[in-house]
């Protein structure tokens, strides 16, 4: 059968030349969507290293937010500026004091499991503080986190190796846990193994009391090494410039009491936390602040964008295999009728024309799949440069993965297209076929 | 001619429609970004200046980028005067709300505020539902005067006409002085819940600012990019840093410059659309060929008999042009109010806004998104029929009346 298949693909080349160039420009730019999909599943796939299942961040604000930012200390005299001094440092602990009180009525609300407080630190949030450390003679880079003993368990974040934060910690300052990147390994260094690391400037030495899970920012995105500080009472990052973008406290609410939790919430304790000049403004949940984190990082307009170019791809072709299926139908109709009259069974004509479309989707696709590993790298920079979504990868095992799957999609797509009008082909009569002849 | 093969017919008007919907789709919203509308009248003939860079003197890695600060507005941009009008506003970032209630109570709202001078509302142009925006003087003397929208005006004062009523921004006391019909959030530059003069905070001097110069005689224009070099040459004279400006650019270029250190490149901007809709045209363009192909070939005798009467290869030519553009002005129709669907249904992608408000009709409804959509069926049909068209005009006559 495929030896006459053959034939009859090469006898109508001329028609066949079209849908073949079809086939393949489709086969490749959907290459391209299958190995942004592929490579965002995988990633998907890996742990991310933190739980945020019923989580949510209550978000307090500060109503005399940039306070300082507008006294000007350098026009003072003297005098002028130790009073202003003095105040600025009552407010501070004023302040200080407000924020851990607002952290322990937190905690005391019965539907709250677990509550931390932290800076810059949460799952997908949009600040990032960073800094470099060495192990031995290796410098690498990794994100700060300041938390509080709790933050592990409300994100469920596993310690593998040695304990979590205690109070003990607050007073013996250079403790800190640190995390790496996959398998806890980063650069080469297996983050299992630290014990000390020194600072950028290699004047403070800090002992690791624990080796946390690898976490990532965003599923999508790779580990990022984490270098966890204790969040001191007298921390003052957590008053300063900017700090309500950066101060977080989160909840893990009890499974059973995460029902409407956002609402009660802000109705049960907004007269509870309002410790002026501090107010409860809203609670969120993580999942939105992830479509956020999403939103900013473009990945949605990413996943928008190779959806709609699948979309627009599988829709053409589509039309294009039903299209000329039904047309060569038509001019095969005597041929059919031949076919029929000689015992094919109505099955067998429409197997026929199913192969007959894979083979062509075949032999598109080894073609396609020659242009795509051959312009990767060109193509894929043209893409990256007009700022479509496009991972590039030159492994030949992701290669072969996305050859597999493209075709898989392909196939489908086309083996439904072709159905209708093969079982039109089916449908007719021998006779009349042959009759037209 | 399209009853012949009902089935083809419909394939092929259903992949027309489909490959000019997605292309109608890109050029709708590239109007809604590009063209003059209300508010944002001015925007052919501005000139923007949202950020610039200010790169140490002594160390050669430390810079800092931003928006165009109040010091080289006030000192330096002043120096500026081949323009019609310019305005000084703050940008409105949707992740940075202000507190906002009525008088004491604790019922508190988070809306974004716009800090502008009096000349924004010229070059601007806003729907007034009632009462009036600031003036220069009342701008000069820092009066806290306050323009809300609608429907933030709505929420705040129910059925009652908020005109003179007073409102906490920042922890200050403003006046209602007027309010404007919504503004969608497509309108970067014009977009707000809530208007103020900038005099009326008493730090205005650190916020960062943006700036649109509004020039009409094309002429100044020359002039006007010449006296923004003089503004670098006369900060690098007088302060530590080296200035810098990111731009001014017009309003399709501003579009790329969405961070403040990165430079927007036109060749790119333009190199994207045409990779995008070769994609979108060339793909359907292949289909509809070899459906008129297989058609062409099947009326070789009525060829054959044109020709055998007289007819010119060129006549030929356009007469399988001018059908297939048939197909493809009824699929062009089709599209573009597919399109509108679309655009309604996907605004949030295409237009990075996150509430659910509307999109000016404007945009969709006018002679130039009609002349689009001729032209792209136009080169649709052009790209897919040519070689059909070709080869039916090269038929040799005998050939095609033996068939017979």
């Not at chain 1, 989160?250 to 919430?265: G, L, T, Y």
């Not at chain 2, 009462?131 to 809300?148: C, H, S």
Request: with cysteine; hydrophobic share 45%.
């Amino acid at each position: 059968m495929l030896k006459h298949l053959f034939k009859i693909i090469w006898t109508e080349r001329k028609v066949n030349a079209w849908i073949l160039v079809e086939l393949i420009l489709a086969f490749a730019i959907l290459w391209f969507c299958c190995d942004y999909l592929l490579y965002s599943t995988q990633k998907l796939l890996e742990p991310k290293g933190f739980n945020t299942e019923h989580t949510y961040i209550i978000d307090i604000w500060n109503e005399d937010e940039g306070l300082f930012e507008d006294i000007d200390y350098e026009e003072m005299e003297e005098e002028e500026f130790n009073v202003g001094y003095t105040n600025a440092r009552t407010i501070v602990s004023n302040w200080s004091d407000a924020i851990w009180e607002i952290y322990d009525r937190i905690k005391r609300h019965p539907a709250v499991e677990h509550a931390s407080l932290s800076l810059y630190a949460t799952p997908y949030a949009g600040s990032y503080a960073g800094n470099t450390f060495w192990f031995d003679s290796i410098s690498f880079g990794a994100q700060i986190k300041k938390v509080t003993p709790e933050f592990f368990d409300v994100y469920q974040i596993d310690i593998l190796k040695g304990r979590k934060f205690n109070e003990t910690d607050d007073i013996t300052e250079n403790n800190i846990i640190i995390s790496g990147a996959q398998d806890n390994i980063y650069k080469k260094i297996n983050f299992l193994q630290i014990d000390t690391l020194l600072s950028y400037r290699k004047e403070s030495k800090y002992n690791v009391i624990g080796v946390a899970e690898p976490t990532k920012r965003l599923e999508f995105e790779n580990y990022t090494p984490a270098v966890y500080l204790y969040l001191s009472k007298s921390d003052e990052q957590l008053i300063g410039e900017l700090s309500s973008f950066f101060r977080e406290f989160s909840v893990r609410v009890k499974p059973e009491a995460d029902k409407n939790f956002a609402e009660s919430f802000l109705n049960d304790m907004q007269s509870q936390l309002e410790i002026e000049p501090f107010f409860l403004a809203s609670v969120i949940p993580l999942k939105d602040r992830r479509s956020e984190y999403m939103q900013i990082g473009e990945y949605s307009n990413g996943f928008k964008s190779i959806y709609s170019i699948s979309a627009f791809l599988i829709i053409n072709i589509v039309l294009c295999v039903m299209g000329t299926f039904w047309l060569r139908i038509q001019s095969r109709r005597s041929n059919i009728g031949l076919r029929m009259a000689l015992g094919a069974s109505k099955r067998s004509i429409q197997v026929f024309f199913l192969v007959e479309t894979l083979l062509l989707l075949f032999l598109a696709s080894i073609v396609a799949f020659l242009l795509c590993i051959n312009i990767n790298e060109i193509l894929s920079e043209i893409l990256k440069e007009i700022e479509l979504p496009i991972i590039g990868r030159s492994e030949f095992g992701a290669y072969i993965s996305n050859y597999l799957i493209t075709f898989f999609i392909m196939a489908i797509i086309a083996a439904l297209s072709v159905w209708y009008p093969a079982k039109k082909a089916s449908d007719i009569q021998p006779v009349e076929a042959l009759r037209e002849e | 001619m399209l009853k012949q093969n009902k089935f083809v017919s419909a394939i092929s008007i259903i992949g027309t429609a489909l490959a000019i919907m997605m292309v109608m789709v890109i050029i709708v919203t590239d109007q809604i970004k590009t063209n003059n509308i209300a508010p944002e009248i001015n925007r052919n003939n501005s000139f923007y200046l949202k950020y610039h860079i200010e790169k140490s003197k002594e160390e050669e890695n430390s810079y800092s980028s931003g928006c165009v600060t109040y010091n080289v507005y006030k000192n330096y941009l002043s120096d500026v005067k081949s323009y019609d009008m310019a305005t000084l506003f703050t940008p409105v970032w949707s992740d940075e709300k202000y507190i906002i209630h009525v008088n004491e109570s604790k019922i508190r709202r988070f809306e974004p505020v716009r800090l502008c001078d009096a000349d924004y509302w010229k070059v601007m142009s806003f729907d007034f539902v009632e009462g009036r925006p600031f003036n220069q003087i009342e701008f000069n003397d820092g009066l806290n005067n306050a323009v809300l929208s609608e429907r933030l005006a709505k929420e705040l004062f129910g059925k009652e006409s908020a005109l003179d009523k007073t409102v906490y921004i920042f922890k200050q006391l403003y006046k209602v002085i007027g309010v404007v019909k919504d503004v969608s959030q497509t309108f970067e530059f014009a977009y707000s819940e809530v208007w103020a003069p900038y005099t009326t905070v008493p730090n205005f001097e650190e916020e960062g600012y943006h700036a649109i110069y509004v020039i009409d005689d094309k002429d100044k224009r020359s002039l006007f990019y010449e006296e923004m070099r003089d503004v670098e040459r006369k900060y690098n004279a007088n302060e530590d840093w080296n200035l810098t400006l990111q731009g001014p650019y017009n309003h399709r270029l501003q579009m790329g410059a969405s961070y403040s250190n990165v430079k927007p490149e036109f060749v790119l901007i333009i190199l994207k659309y045409v990779f995008i809709i070769a994609i979108l045209l060339v793909i359907p363009a292949i289909n509809l060929s070899s459906f008129s192909i297989s058609a062409v070939k099947k009326r070789t005798e009525e060829i054959g008999i044109r020709k055998a009467f007289g007819a010119r290869n060129k006549s030929i030519l356009l007469q399988v042009l001018y059908e297939n553009l048939f197909t493809a002005i009824i699929g062009g129709f089709i599209g573009l109010i597919l399109s509108y669907f679309t655009v309604i249904w996907l605004k949030e992608w295409l237009f990075n806004v996150t509430t659910g408000d509307s999109i000016p009709l404007v945009a969709f409804v006018s002679p130039a998104v009609f002349l689009y959509v001729f032209l792209v069926c136009v080169l649709l049909n052009l790209i897919s029929s040519i070689v059909p068209a070709y080869k039916a005009s090269k038929m040799n006559i005998v050939l095609s009346l033996n068939q017979k």
